[in-house]
């Protein structure tokens, strides 16, 4: 099931996903100055150390990427009221006093989004929705999937198989998985509870429209 969402007042939005227990949060980019975006980030040293190390911005899109940066850190620290830690492999965790939850990051031009749940490990991927995903999702998809993804979410099946594998990945994936042999659609129709497996791991998979923003968001069984 895709959930389809309205604009709110707020400039950082909390998305109710059907059938999972993740908490999402998205952040409009554009609604802050790089400036906004630091101040309510309340980077650490540590962190401002890493802030630094991205070129400044230049030209109309420049410090996009420093944008998104900071988009994931004031999440987290409204929301959660942590920072982002990561493990040896690379998977973003949460450092908080007071919560024990995990998490998930995700970014795309304009928007950054966090997802997290205290049921078990979760993934997001996000995307706009006009992106050309055709390419990516023929590299890793398995023989029939993308005729199902396209039962699925008939207008854009390329991209929502894309979004899916990646929030799957990041659920239960590993340095080895391979997004074609070991991440794997089960569900035949949007009728069955949406999931894939990564190896022999089962995820639920949600999807959500907000504005030209596509997400789909994976959960761990």
Do not use: N
């Not at 991205?54 to 420093?66: C, N, V």
């Not at 987290?76 to 007071?98: A, D």
């Not at 993308?146 to 899916?164: E, G, M």
């Amino acid at each position: 099931m895709t959930t389809r969402t309205k604009r709110k007042s707020s400039r950082t939005l909390s998305i109710p996903i059907d059938g999972t227990a993740l908490s999402v949060w998205l952040a409009p980019l554009e609604a802050f100055t790089e400036a906004e975006l630091l101040e309510r980030a309340q980077l650490t040293d540590a962190e401002q150390a890493v802030f630094e190390t991205f070129p400044e911005a230049t030209g109309r899109s420049g410090g996009q990427r420093r944008r998104e940066w900071l988009g994931t850190r004031m999440l987290v620290c409204e929301e959660l009221g942590g920072r982002i830690s990561y493990t040896p492999q690379g998977r973003p965790r949460l450092v908080s006093p007071s919560t024990k939850q995990d998490i998930s990051i995700s970014h795309t031009t304009g928007w950054a989004a966090v997802a997290a749940s205290t049921a078990g490990r979760g993934g997001i991927d996000i995307e706009r929705i006009d992106r050309d995903a055709s390419r990516a999702a023929a590299r890793i998809a398995a023989p029939g999937e993308l005729a199902t993804a396209a039962r699925i979410f008939p207008s854009r099946p390329a991209l929502w198989l894309w979004c899916a594998k990646e929030a799957a990945y990041k659920a239960a994936g590993g340095p080895e998985t391979d997004f074609a042999r070991d991440i794997r659609l089960e569900s035949s129709s949007v009728a069955q509870p949406l999931i894939m497996t990564v190896e022999t791991v089962r995820v639920i998979l949600a999807s959500f429209v907000y504005e030209e923003l596509f997400g789909v968001c994976g959960l761990v069984e």
